[in-house]
């Protein structure tokens, strides 16, 4: 169609071109605002110190570890390792001087965790938590994640078994061997594995191995006392 031809046709279409673009401006506009001032991020503080022995922090790009004693910051990314001689302490945290906490992470000796994300809302408006994202590769961690005033905490944790998604509360979680234990002192956890998802209350643990689904939680209560019947040898007294 030549346009010299029929002017009006072509004006009809760009009138409608442009109605049809400044309807999509119209709403696209408002709709990007919105989520940007309710779901964008910024990094949360984190740092790491080592309470026993000496840790090893691989930061994002390095191809050697740094050796931690003292406190120091651990950017997003981060590959953190205590040796079998060796405990550290992950604290996430709203300010740079770690006074106002979020959580606490525990590394046992013999723990290879990777720090993927640890965020926060960049804007009062959203409803989003802080949250924090870990891969524990191997290992035990000890978790305290603290209420905030303002929102909810959320740390997500992920293992070679399983997935659990923790909210304000103590935990106690170990990989390793084809296997993920969770034990809940207080607070709430959802484990996801093998496709299924449970919640375990306080007091409440679950072992996830490799495959299978996991089994409901049972009671954390352990039998501290051998031989609770004093048959037999009553020595040793105690199991460890």
């Not at 409608?16 to 408002?30: D, E, G, K, N, Q």
């Not at 110190?49 to 050796?67: D, I, K, M, N």
Request: one cysteine or more.
């Amino acid at each position: 169609m030549n346009w010299r031809q029929n002017p009006s046709r072509v004006a009809w279409l760009i009138l409608m071109v442009s109605f049809t673009l400044c309807v999509l401006l119209a709403i696209a506009v408002p709709v990007g605002a919105r989520a940007v001032l309710l779901h964008a991020t910024r990094a949360k503080f984190a740092f790491l110190e080592a309470t026993q022995g000496t840790a090893q922090l691989w930061s994002p790009g390095e191809a050697v570890a740094s050796a931690i004693i003292e406190r120091r910051a651990v950017p997003e990314g981060s590959r953190i390792v205590t040796d079998g001689a060796t405990k550290g302490v992950l604290t996430l945290s709203m300010d740079e001087d770690a006074q106002a906490v979020l959580s606490t992470v525990q590394l046992s000796p013999g723990t290879e965790v990777l720090l993927r994300e640890a965020r926060s809302p960049r804007f009062s408006l959203s409803p989003d938590p802080h949250r924090a994202d870990l891969d524990l590769r191997q290992g035990r961690l000890f978790l305290t994640i603290m209420q905030a005033e303002d929102r909810d905490v959320l740390v997500r944790l992920v293992t070679p078994d399983a997935a659990v998604n923790l909210g304000v509360g103590v935990y106690d979680i170990t990989a390793g061997s084809g296997e993920t234990r969770v034990r809940v002192r207080t607070g709430i956890a959802q484990v996801i594995g093998a496709g299924r998802e449970i919640e375990l209350g306080a007091g409440q643990r679950v072992n996830v191995a490799s495959g299978p689904q996991p089994q409901f939680p049972i009671s954390d209560t352990v039998n501290l006392i051998v031989n609770g019947s004093f048959d037999g040898q009553l020595a040793p007294l105690w199991q460890e």
